[in-house]
Protein backbone atom coordinates (compact mmCIF):
# COMPACT_ATOMS: atom_id res chain seq x y z
CA UNK A 1 0.00 0.00 0.00
CA UNK A 2 1.63 3.51 -1.15
CA UNK A 3 -0.79 6.15 0.28
CA UNK A 4 1.29 8.62 -1.26
CA UNK A 5 0.09 7.12 -4.65
CA UNK A 6 -3.09 8.88 -6.49
CA UNK A 7 -6.06 7.61 -9.00
CA UNK A 8 -7.74 9.10 -11.27
CA UNK A 9 -11.00 7.50 -12.98
CA UNK A 10 -13.25 8.63 -15.21
CA UNK A 11 -16.73 6.83 -16.38
CA UNK A 12 -17.77 7.37 -19.75
CA UNK A 13 -21.54 5.68 -20.07
CA UNK A 14 -21.95 5.18 -23.33
CA UNK A 15 -22.33 2.51 -25.68
CA UNK A 16 -22.89 2.16 -29.04
CA UNK A 17 -25.16 -1.38 -28.41
CA UNK A 18 -25.87 -2.90 -25.37
CA UNK A 19 -23.94 -6.26 -24.61
CA UNK A 20 -26.85 -9.04 -22.99
CA UNK A 21 -24.66 -9.22 -20.14
CA UNK A 22 -23.48 -6.10 -19.10
CA UNK A 23 -25.02 -4.21 -15.97
CA UNK A 24 -22.68 -1.36 -16.13
CA UNK A 25 -24.50 1.96 -16.36
CA UNK A 26 -24.09 3.27 -19.93
CA UNK A 27 -26.76 4.42 -22.56
CA UNK A 28 -26.92 3.74 -26.30
CA UNK A 29 -28.45 7.30 -26.45
CA UNK A 30 -25.40 9.17 -27.85
CA UNK A 31 -27.26 12.31 -27.86
CA UNK A 32 -26.74 13.94 -24.69
CA UNK A 33 -22.73 13.09 -25.15
CA UNK A 34 -21.66 16.45 -25.11
CA UNK A 35 -23.39 17.66 -22.05
CA UNK A 36 -22.29 14.78 -20.29
CA UNK A 37 -18.55 15.25 -21.46
CA UNK A 38 -18.79 19.45 -20.54
CA UNK A 39 -20.12 17.82 -16.62
CA UNK A 40 -17.06 15.20 -16.40
CA UNK A 41 -14.76 18.70 -16.86
CA UNK A 42 -16.55 20.59 -14.79
CA UNK A 43 -16.68 17.78 -11.62
CA UNK A 44 -12.55 17.49 -12.49
CA UNK A 45 -12.20 20.78 -11.21
CA UNK A 46 -14.74 21.13 -8.56
CA UNK A 47 -13.24 17.65 -7.32
CA UNK A 48 -9.60 18.78 -7.75
CA UNK A 49 -8.51 19.05 -3.70
CA UNK A 50 -10.54 16.01 -3.09
CA UNK A 51 -7.01 13.54 -3.04
CA UNK A 52 -4.67 15.68 -1.21
CA UNK A 53 -2.55 16.04 -4.03
CA UNK A 54 -2.94 16.77 -7.62
CA UNK A 55 -0.06 14.30 -8.76
CA UNK A 56 -1.53 11.57 -10.41
CA UNK A 57 0.14 8.14 -10.68
CA UNK A 58 -2.53 6.84 -13.12
CA UNK A 59 -5.47 7.98 -15.36
CA UNK A 60 -8.22 5.20 -16.37
CA UNK A 61 -11.36 5.86 -18.80
CA UNK A 62 -13.37 3.04 -18.23
CA UNK A 63 -17.42 2.45 -18.85
CA UNK A 64 -19.21 2.41 -20.39
CA UNK A 65 -16.95 2.41 -23.63
CA UNK A 66 -14.57 5.29 -23.64
CA UNK A 67 -13.90 4.63 -27.43
CA UNK A 68 -17.53 6.38 -28.48
CA UNK A 69 -15.97 9.94 -27.50
CA UNK A 70 -14.81 11.77 -30.47
CA UNK A 71 -11.23 12.82 -30.69
CA UNK A 72 -12.44 16.49 -30.01
CA UNK A 73 -14.57 15.25 -26.68
CA UNK A 74 -11.43 13.46 -25.21
CA UNK A 75 -8.59 16.64 -26.13
CA UNK A 76 -11.49 18.47 -23.61
CA UNK A 77 -11.38 16.37 -21.12
CA UNK A 78 -7.51 15.73 -21.22
CA UNK A 79 -7.01 19.58 -21.59
CA UNK A 80 -9.24 19.68 -17.83
CA UNK A 81 -7.06 17.14 -16.68
CA UNK A 82 -4.03 19.05 -17.51
CA UNK A 83 -5.25 22.31 -16.13
CA UNK A 84 -6.33 20.65 -12.97
CA UNK A 85 -3.97 17.93 -12.38
CA UNK A 86 -0.22 16.72 -12.87
CA UNK A 87 0.29 13.48 -14.04
CA UNK A 88 3.70 12.08 -12.84
CA UNK A 89 6.02 11.09 -15.38
CA UNK A 90 5.49 7.39 -16.34
CA UNK A 91 2.03 7.61 -15.43
CA UNK A 92 -0.18 4.62 -16.55
CA UNK A 93 -3.04 6.18 -18.77
CA UNK A 94 -5.36 3.84 -20.01
CA UNK A 95 -8.63 3.65 -22.29
CA UNK A 96 -11.16 1.10 -22.78
CA UNK A 97 -12.16 0.70 -26.34
CA UNK A 98 -14.06 -1.83 -28.35
CA UNK A 99 -12.42 -2.83 -31.34
CA UNK A 100 -14.69 -1.45 -33.77
CA UNK A 101 -13.80 2.12 -32.50
CA UNK A 102 -9.87 1.72 -32.97
CA UNK A 103 -8.93 2.94 -36.48
CA UNK A 104 -5.88 3.29 -37.47
CA UNK A 105 -6.64 7.22 -37.52
CA UNK A 106 -8.41 6.88 -33.83
CA UNK A 107 -5.58 5.02 -32.46
CA UNK A 108 -2.97 8.24 -33.76
CA UNK A 109 -5.09 10.28 -31.77
CA UNK A 110 -4.68 8.62 -28.44
CA UNK A 111 -1.25 8.18 -28.66
CA UNK A 112 -0.75 11.91 -29.32
CA UNK A 113 -3.16 12.69 -26.33
CA UNK A 114 -0.89 10.03 -24.17
CA UNK A 115 -2.58 7.10 -23.62
CA UNK A 116 -0.21 4.34 -23.15
CA UNK A 117 -2.34 1.63 -22.35
CA UNK A 118 -5.29 -0.24 -24.17
CA UNK A 119 -8.18 -2.31 -22.55
CA UNK A 120 -9.66 -3.73 -25.88
CA UNK A 121 -13.29 -5.72 -25.43
CA UNK A 122 -12.84 -8.70 -27.01
CA UNK A 123 -14.19 -11.06 -25.22
CA UNK A 124 -14.10 -14.06 -27.95
CA UNK A 125 -12.43 -14.91 -30.40
CA UNK A 126 -15.43 -17.27 -32.03
CA UNK A 127 -18.00 -15.45 -33.98
CA UNK A 128 -20.82 -17.48 -32.54
CA UNK A 129 -19.66 -16.22 -28.92
CA UNK A 130 -20.14 -12.59 -30.11
CA UNK A 131 -23.34 -12.76 -31.78
CA UNK A 132 -24.68 -14.47 -28.72
CA UNK A 133 -23.44 -11.72 -26.50
CA UNK A 134 -24.46 -8.79 -28.54
CA UNK A 135 -21.29 -7.24 -29.10
CA UNK A 136 -21.03 -5.16 -31.83
CA UNK A 137 -17.03 -6.17 -33.39
CA UNK A 138 -16.30 -9.45 -35.71
CA UNK A 139 -13.02 -11.64 -35.41
CA UNK A 140 -11.44 -9.61 -37.91
CA UNK A 141 -11.64 -6.30 -35.97
CA UNK A 142 -10.58 -7.79 -32.72
CA UNK A 143 -7.71 -9.25 -34.62
CA UNK A 144 -7.23 -5.92 -36.29
CA UNK A 145 -7.59 -2.98 -33.71
CA UNK A 146 -4.71 -4.86 -31.63
CA UNK A 147 -2.63 -5.45 -34.79
CA UNK A 148 -3.18 -1.88 -35.90
CA UNK A 149 -2.32 -0.10 -32.06
CA UNK A 150 0.66 -2.76 -32.15
CA UNK A 151 1.85 -0.80 -35.12
CA UNK A 152 1.81 2.42 -33.98
CA UNK A 153 4.22 1.64 -31.05
CA UNK A 154 0.94 1.11 -28.19
CA UNK A 155 2.63 -1.80 -26.94
CA UNK A 156 0.89 -2.13 -23.56
CA UNK A 157 -2.16 -4.09 -24.50
CA UNK A 158 -4.89 -5.84 -22.40
CA UNK A 159 -8.07 -7.66 -23.72
CA UNK A 160 -10.97 -8.77 -22.21
CA UNK A 161 -12.28 -12.45 -22.85
CA UNK A 162 -15.33 -14.55 -20.99
CA UNK A 163 -15.23 -17.70 -20.31
CA UNK A 164 -18.36 -20.20 -19.45
CA UNK A 165 -21.23 -19.37 -22.07
CA UNK A 166 -23.22 -22.19 -21.96
CA UNK A 167 -22.80 -23.59 -25.58
CA UNK A 168 -19.20 -23.69 -25.32
CA UNK A 169 -16.68 -26.22 -24.89
CA UNK A 170 -13.27 -26.39 -23.29
CA UNK A 171 -11.69 -26.95 -26.75
CA UNK A 172 -13.63 -23.54 -27.56
CA UNK A 173 -11.90 -22.18 -24.17
CA UNK A 174 -8.93 -23.67 -25.35
CA UNK A 175 -8.94 -21.68 -28.81
CA UNK A 176 -10.07 -18.37 -27.20
CA UNK A 177 -7.30 -18.44 -24.81
CA UNK A 178 -4.46 -19.81 -27.39
CA UNK A 179 -5.65 -16.73 -29.92
CA UNK A 180 -5.34 -14.11 -27.44
CA UNK A 181 -1.48 -15.42 -26.55
CA UNK A 182 -0.67 -15.68 -29.68
CA UNK A 183 -1.64 -11.37 -30.26
CA UNK A 184 1.06 -10.74 -28.13
CA UNK A 185 -0.65 -8.71 -25.61
CA UNK A 186 0.69 -7.87 -22.41
CA UNK A 187 -2.53 -8.62 -20.45
CA UNK A 188 -5.33 -10.65 -20.32
CA UNK A 189 -8.59 -9.93 -17.86
CA UNK A 190 -10.54 -12.99 -18.31
CA UNK A 191 -13.83 -13.11 -16.44
CA UNK A 192 -16.77 -15.99 -15.82
CA UNK A 193 -20.23 -14.82 -17.52
CA UNK A 194 -21.96 -14.32 -15.01
CA UNK A 195 -25.78 -13.28 -15.50
CA UNK A 196 -27.19 -9.95 -13.71
CA UNK A 197 -30.64 -9.54 -13.21
CA UNK A 198 -31.38 -6.08 -14.90
CA UNK A 199 -29.51 -7.46 -17.99
CA UNK A 200 -30.90 -9.21 -21.22
CA UNK A 201 -29.00 -12.62 -19.91
CA UNK A 202 -31.15 -12.38 -16.67
CA UNK A 203 -34.53 -12.30 -18.43
CA UNK A 204 -33.79 -14.97 -20.42
CA UNK A 205 -32.90 -16.56 -17.25
CA UNK A 206 -35.94 -15.95 -15.30
CA UNK A 207 -38.16 -16.88 -18.66
CA UNK A 208 -36.25 -19.98 -19.37
CA UNK A 209 -34.73 -18.86 -22.34
CA UNK A 210 -31.00 -19.61 -21.63
CA UNK A 211 -29.54 -22.22 -18.92
CA UNK A 212 -26.64 -21.19 -16.76
CA UNK A 213 -23.51 -22.95 -16.84
CA UNK A 214 -23.20 -25.49 -13.95
CA UNK A 215 -20.95 -24.63 -11.32
CA UNK A 216 -18.42 -27.44 -12.03
CA UNK A 217 -18.24 -26.78 -15.30
CA UNK A 218 -17.38 -22.99 -14.50
CA UNK A 219 -14.92 -24.24 -11.76
CA UNK A 220 -13.13 -26.35 -14.35
CA UNK A 221 -13.32 -23.11 -17.07
CA UNK A 222 -11.47 -21.44 -14.09
CA UNK A 223 -8.92 -23.53 -13.12
CA UNK A 224 -8.06 -24.44 -17.04
CA UNK A 225 -7.61 -20.23 -17.60
CA UNK A 226 -5.27 -20.21 -14.54
CA UNK A 227 -3.17 -23.39 -15.95
CA UNK A 228 -2.95 -22.13 -19.44
CA UNK A 229 -2.31 -18.65 -19.14
CA UNK A 230 0.47 -19.60 -16.30
CA UNK A 231 2.06 -21.76 -18.54
CA UNK A 232 2.32 -19.48 -21.04
CA UNK A 233 4.19 -16.72 -18.91
CA UNK A 234 1.16 -15.33 -17.76
CA UNK A 235 0.91 -14.65 -13.78
CA UNK A 236 -2.25 -14.75 -11.97
CA UNK A 237 -1.73 -11.51 -9.79
CA UNK A 238 -5.37 -10.95 -9.27
CA UNK A 239 -8.25 -13.69 -9.71
CA UNK A 240 -9.10 -12.35 -13.16
CA UNK A 241 -5.93 -10.88 -14.38
CA UNK A 242 -3.31 -12.11 -15.86
CA UNK A 243 -0.15 -9.95 -17.11
CA UNK A 244 3.66 -10.50 -18.40
CA UNK A 245 5.89 -9.85 -15.54
CA UNK A 246 5.65 -5.96 -15.57
CA UNK A 247 2.74 -5.18 -17.09
CA UNK A 248 0.38 -5.53 -14.14
CA UNK A 249 -2.47 -3.16 -14.52
CA UNK A 250 -1.44 0.05 -12.16
CA UNK A 251 -4.61 0.96 -12.08
CA UNK A 252 -6.41 -1.75 -10.69
CA UNK A 253 -3.82 -2.40 -8.75
CA UNK A 254 -4.38 0.57 -6.59
CA UNK A 255 -7.98 -0.70 -5.85
CA UNK A 256 -6.73 -3.77 -4.47
CA UNK A 257 -3.62 -1.84 -2.58
CA UNK A 258 -6.62 0.48 -1.21
CA UNK A 259 -4.77 3.46 -2.33
CA UNK A 260 -6.61 6.81 -2.73
CA UNK A 261 -8.96 7.69 -6.18
CA UNK A 262 -11.20 10.40 -7.58
CA UNK A 263 -13.82 8.60 -9.92
CA UNK A 264 -15.46 11.09 -12.19
CA UNK A 265 -18.76 10.71 -14.26
CA UNK A 266 -22.59 9.18 -13.28
CA UNK A 267 -22.01 6.08 -11.38
CA UNK A 268 -18.31 6.78 -10.64
CA UNK A 269 -16.84 5.74 -7.14
CA UNK A 270 -14.24 7.41 -5.54
CA UNK A 271 -11.76 6.28 -2.31
CA UNK A 272 -9.71 8.78 -0.11
CA UNK A 273 -9.07 6.13 3.01
CA UNK A 274 -11.52 7.62 5.26
CA UNK A 275 -14.67 8.22 3.12
CA UNK A 276 -16.17 6.50 0.29
CA UNK A 277 -18.36 8.16 -2.14
CA UNK A 278 -20.40 7.14 -5.27
CA UNK A 279 -21.90 9.64 -7.90
CA UNK A 280 -25.73 9.49 -9.13
CA UNK A 281 -25.74 6.68 -11.48
CA UNK A 282 -28.54 8.36 -13.68
CA UNK A 283 -26.96 10.52 -16.71
CA UNK A 284 -29.49 13.77 -16.92
CA UNK A 285 -29.23 13.83 -12.82
CA UNK A 286 -25.77 14.15 -12.92
CA UNK A 287 -25.44 16.58 -15.53
CA UNK A 288 -28.33 18.74 -13.50
CA UNK A 289 -26.57 19.04 -10.47
CA UNK A 290 -23.00 19.78 -11.64
CA UNK A 291 -24.54 22.21 -13.51
CA UNK A 292 -25.20 24.11 -10.48
CA UNK A 293 -22.57 23.15 -8.51
CA UNK A 294 -24.22 20.12 -6.44
CA UNK A 295 -22.35 17.05 -6.11
CA UNK A 296 -24.61 14.26 -6.92
CA UNK A 297 -22.98 11.84 -4.60
CA UNK A 298 -23.83 9.83 -1.31
CA UNK A 299 -20.52 9.46 1.07
CA UNK A 300 -19.67 6.88 3.44
CA UNK A 301 -17.69 7.04 6.64
CA UNK A 302 -15.63 4.12 6.97
CA UNK A 303 -15.13 2.63 10.07
CA UNK A 304 -11.99 0.77 11.26
CA UNK A 305 -14.20 -2.51 10.87
CA UNK A 306 -15.55 -1.57 7.30
CA UNK A 307 -11.38 -0.92 6.20
CA UNK A 308 -10.27 -4.20 7.60
CA UNK A 309 -13.05 -6.17 5.88
CA UNK A 310 -11.73 -4.09 2.51
CA UNK A 311 -8.54 -5.40 2.95
CA UNK A 312 -9.13 -8.45 3.73
CA UNK A 313 -11.75 -9.01 0.42
CA UNK A 314 -9.19 -6.75 -1.93
CA UNK A 315 -6.06 -8.60 -0.83
CA UNK A 316 -7.09 -12.00 -0.40
CA UNK A 317 -7.88 -12.21 -4.63
CA UNK A 318 -4.39 -10.78 -5.06
CA UNK A 319 -1.03 -12.73 -5.75
CA UNK A 320 0.37 -10.35 -3.12
CA UNK A 321 -1.95 -12.08 -0.68
CA UNK A 322 -2.48 -10.29 2.91
CA UNK A 323 0.55 -9.43 5.67
CA UNK A 324 -0.69 -10.77 8.71
CA UNK A 325 1.61 -8.60 10.94
CA UNK A 326 -0.82 -5.94 9.14
CA UNK A 327 -3.81 -7.38 9.73
CA UNK A 328 -3.25 -8.42 13.56
CA UNK A 329 -2.32 -4.65 14.52
CA UNK A 330 -5.31 -3.41 12.54
CA UNK A 331 -7.71 -6.11 14.33
CA UNK A 332 -6.13 -5.10 18.10
CA UNK A 333 -6.72 -1.61 17.14
CA UNK A 334 -10.70 -2.61 17.21
CA UNK A 335 -10.26 -5.30 20.55
CA UNK A 336 -11.23 -8.10 18.65
CA UNK A 337 -9.77 -11.61 18.69
CA UNK A 338 -7.50 -12.54 15.69
CA UNK A 339 -8.61 -15.15 13.37
CA UNK A 340 -5.92 -18.01 13.79
CA UNK A 341 -8.59 -21.18 13.63
CA UNK A 342 -9.87 -19.95 10.68
CA UNK A 343 -6.74 -19.28 8.62
CA UNK A 344 -4.86 -22.34 10.06
CA UNK A 345 -8.43 -24.61 8.63
CA UNK A 346 -7.22 -22.60 5.17
CA UNK A 347 -3.70 -23.51 5.01
CA UNK A 348 -4.76 -27.46 6.55
CA UNK A 349 -7.35 -27.62 3.89
CA UNK A 350 -4.86 -26.41 0.94
CA UNK A 351 -7.17 -23.09 0.43
CA UNK A 352 -3.98 -21.05 1.13
CA UNK A 353 -0.32 -20.76 2.17
CA UNK A 354 1.62 -18.72 4.39
CA UNK A 355 5.05 -17.53 3.42
CA UNK A 356 7.28 -14.81 5.26
CA UNK A 357 4.09 -14.15 7.15
CA UNK A 358 2.01 -13.33 3.86
CA UNK A 359 -1.35 -15.59 3.64
CA UNK A 360 -1.89 -16.27 -0.04
CA UNK A 361 -4.81 -18.18 -1.44
CA UNK A 362 -3.72 -21.09 -3.70
CA UNK A 363 -5.41 -23.35 -5.88
CA UNK A 364 -9.00 -24.31 -5.24
CA UNK A 365 -8.64 -21.42 -2.32
CA UNK A 366 -8.99 -19.00 -5.57
CA UNK A 367 -11.89 -20.39 -6.52
CA UNK A 368 -13.90 -19.33 -3.37
CA UNK A 369 -11.55 -16.31 -2.24
CA UNK A 370 -15.25 -14.14 -1.57
CA UNK A 371 -15.91 -17.11 0.28
CA UNK A 372 -13.32 -17.48 2.42
CA UNK A 373 -12.99 -13.21 2.83
CA UNK A 374 -16.68 -13.81 4.69
CA UNK A 375 -15.63 -16.03 7.37
CA UNK A 376 -12.87 -13.75 8.69
CA UNK A 377 -14.82 -10.40 8.08
CA UNK A 378 -15.43 -8.56 11.39
CA UNK A 379 -19.30 -7.78 11.67
Keep these: MNLNSVHLYLHIPFCHQACHYCDFHFSTRLAGKSELV ?18 LSTVYFGGGTPSTLSPSELSSIFEAIHQYFDILPGAEITLEANPEDLTPEYLLVLKELGVNRLSI ?52 LEEDLAAAV ?16 KTVFGHQLKKGL ?11 CFEYTHQYLENQGFTAYETSNFAKAGHESQHNSSYWKQESYLGIGPAAHSFNQTTRQWNVANNATYVKQISQDIMPAEIEQLSPENQINEYIMTQLRTHWGIDLN ?25 YAEISNNQLKLVGKG ?7 SAEIFVL
Design 366 to 372: KLIADGL
Design 38 to 55: HALIKEIELQKDYLGTRD
Design 326 to 350: YLKERFATIRVPFPEDEIASWVTSG
Design 210 to 220: MQETPEENMSA
Design 182 to 197: ETGVQHISAYSLTIEP
Design 121 to 172: GIQSFHAANLTFMNRNHDVVQARRSIQDAQAIGLSNISIDLIYGIPSNSMAM
